[in-house]
């Protein structure tokens, strides 16, 4: 995973444009934001997710890349002081707090759009009728039926008092929907069959529901120096979470469930896909 | 014209999801935004463009509000606190102003999102390769190396003692982009023939920067009634502008130039585009 993570920050590097000229201000911090590092479990599912299909690799690792553009914008605009004000993202300064707002909404704005130019280009894909189907893919997993509407639920007066259900549905849009594009995009890449790709849907689902469980356990248990973000902060504004509502041992054991059954999903494919299972069983086990 | 913006706010309307569900209020902002009117003239460039190439209407409407759904983020953007402040837009309070900071954010990102969703979608182009082209042109002149570049090098301080040259480069970003992607975009949606394509992209060139020299025109003689958006702020931000340098007078001569030779750039055609030509004349003799 490491490897892969190197690999997906050297696209990047490739793909964003270099810092100079009148405008070097904003891609510098396009470019703070997307190589800072960071686990880049959504470009490891895209490749995982790909491979399965036979994907050439060097358009998959593209195809990677917009998606992690598409993770670091978000955080960028999270992160602002009319969001969620957080001046600590991925063990540094947020974009706002080591440039300024206005730098950081653009260069939220810039990674946004260069995802789609990424996935719209033709070395990410030959076939056109690939790349139409990953921006709109991508355009839906981040719009308002998605990334974006679950921020702005995320940021409702109701949301301190939200029971189960009102989280599940939080987490489904905010970050479960990239979570299961990224699986989704393997197979768009691979043409594979319908119920190929449900399958890899179905697994990210669950594994998403996973990863924020465990999100909201790490976030009572663990310190900002290992997570390299602040921690307890939902708790601090009376937010409800999985943990805050079943005990943080209902809570770990529900996410142990959603891995099995994530697993579970991968049965169709006659050669088992190995690092899929083992990814949600890091996702699992992290403790960052 | 005004026929013709109708048509994109209805099908504005149409294509923006309805504002209900926990997400409601930030589509509610997406909607207050895209359909508070305005000139609408960048769809009408789509359409008048694509109507050179025989290009069915329809497809020719959904691409035109696609673009005008890019020109909304932008100006909600452009109007946060963090950039130029500005608390109305189109006779109207501007979005942070009316709803709040967050939603404001969350509903740029919303409308610049839809946008690829829009053109990605078959509903704008039967041929996938055409959906793909025109999202590799959105997403080139919405980005860092267009309109996200454009508004960073306007917010940067130097910017006040730009001169010509400068204030000119920064015009093609900001506003330029766009309006030229205008005009190749009804291109595209026509598989327009190279030389066609490279005379309209010349065309919307010229009347870009005359309509931002028109625009800087108006913002020093006009009042904010008559253009519903606050006036004099480049002056009182003692920013460089185009009557600022070469007075009223030659900056209108230079934008009545500007608009002579746009419309040369249209004698390619077998048939006049006598509407185009009639635009170019709106942009440089309208009052708003």
């Given at each position: 995973m490491a490897a892969r993570a190197e690999a997906v920050t050297r696209r990047l590097d490739e793909l964003l444009p270099p810092a100079d000229g009148p405008r070097g201000r904003v891609v510098e911090a396009m470019r703070y934001s997307a190589l800072s590092g960071g686990k880049?479990?959504?470009?490891?599912?895209?490749?995982e997710s790909a491979r399965l299909f036979g994907v050439d690799?060097?358009?998959?690792?593209?195809?990677?890349?917009?998606v992690e553009m598409i993770h670091c914008y978000s955080l960028i605009h999270d992160d602002l002081p009319a969001m969620d004000d957080s001046d600590l993202r991925r063990g540094r300064a947020t974009v706002h707090t080591a440039f300024d707002e206005a730098t950081a909404i653009l260069a939220g704005d810039g990674l946004l759009t260069e995802a789609f130019a990424v996935v719209a280009d033709p070395r990410c894909h030959g076939d056109p009728a690939v790349r139409a189907e990953l921006a709109a893919g991508l355009a839906a997993a981040a719009g308002a039926a998605g990334m974006v509407g679950g921020q702005m639920i995320d940021m409702a007066p109701e949301r301190a008092a939200f029971d189960l259900e009102g989280i599940t549905r939080l987490q489904r849009?905010?970050?479960?929907?990239?979570?299961?594009?990224?699986?989704?995009a393997g197979a768009i890449l691979g043409r594979a069959p319908a119920d190929r790709r449900?399958?890899?849907?179905?697994?990210?689902?669950?594994?998403?529901?996973?990863?924020q469980i465990v999100d909201d356990l790490l976030d009572c248990e663990s310190t900002p120096e290992e997570l390299g973000k602040p921690t307890g902060q939902d708790q601090a504004l009376g937010k409800a979470t999985f943990p805050g509502l079943l005990g943080a041992e209902t809570a770990r054991a529900r996410a142990r469930?959603?891995?099995?059954?994530?697993?579970?999903?991968?049965?169709?494919?006659?050669?088992?896909p190995?690092?899929?299972?083992?990814?949600?069983?890091?996702?699992?086990?992290r403790r960052f």
């Open positions: 880049r479990l959504r470009p490891f599912l895209v490749m690799r060097d358009n998959a690792l593209t195809c990677a890349a917009a849009l905010k970050t479960g929907a990239l979570i299961t594009f990224s699986c989704e449900a399958a890899l849907r179905a697994y990210a689902d669950d594994l998403g529901l996973a990863f469930e959603l891995i099995e059954r994530a697993c579970g999903r991968l049965a169709i494919f006659a050669e088992k190995e690092i899929l299972e083992q990814t949600a069983r890091f996702v699992l086990e």
